[in-house]
Structure formats: structure tokens, C-alpha cells
């Protein structure tokens, strides 16, 4: 799991994140400490979406259910997690800030 913007492993309340895998399912449930995570994307291989915003500081579990709960996954939420999302102008060099992470 990582921030989305960043593609760091630091993630916040409120944060978008992106998590990597395979054969992730139409139906898949996304949990942080049992809190289900609002999906933005979700492809066979990667899903986006948002820490909730309830999820306490420090050390956190993930989970996927697909019938099947996965094993837990320990991930570290920070009281801030700053990044910038960069996109491609036109096709020229120079960039634009398209979005900001939590």
C-alpha cells in the first residue's frame, strides 16, 4: 500500500492511497482496522481509494475480503503524509500540479 501521489509507503487520515496485487475481484472490500475504504478505482491489479478519515494514528491492519478475509497487513498512518501529483503538460516538459494528497 502506498500514498497515491507519492508512492511513498506514508499514508494519513483522509489521504488517497493506492494498493498493488493481483486478482483483485469486482466486489472486493478494502479494511483499515475494520473501517471499509471508499474505492475510487478498482482494475484486477491495482485499486485506489481514501484512508477514512476515522482511522486512529500509528500502526493500522489492512485487509481484503473477497469471500475470503486475506491476512493482515500492517500499515503505519501518520498525522500528515504531504504529497504532490505531477502530470504530463501536453506533452511538453514542464508540469502542473494536478492534485494534492491529505
Do not use: C, H, W
Not at 493506492?18 to 473501517?35: C, E, H, Q, R, S
Not at 475480503?65 to 498512518?77: F, I
Amino acid at each position: 500500500m502506498t500514498n497515491a501521489f507519492s508512492a511513498q509507503p506514508a499514508v494519513s487520515p483522509g489521504a488517497l492511497l493506492t494498493i498493488y496485487g493481483t486478482n483483485f475481484l469486482p466486489g472486493a472490500v478494502f479494511k483499515i482496522d475494520g473501517m471499509p475504504i471508499p474505492l475510487l478505482y478498482v482494475g484486477a491489479a491495482q485499486i485506489n481509494g481514501q484512508v477514512p478519515f476515522e482511522t486512529a494514528l500509528g500502526s493500522s491492519t489492512l485487509v481484503v475480503k473477497t469471500g475470503v478475509e486475506s491476512a493482515p497487513v500492517n500499515v503505519q498512518v501518520a498525522a500528515t503524509a504531504p504529497a504532490i501529483l505531477t502530470s504530463p503538460d501536453g506533452g511538453r516538459e514542464s508540469r502542473r500540479i494536478a492534485g494534492m494528497g491529505a
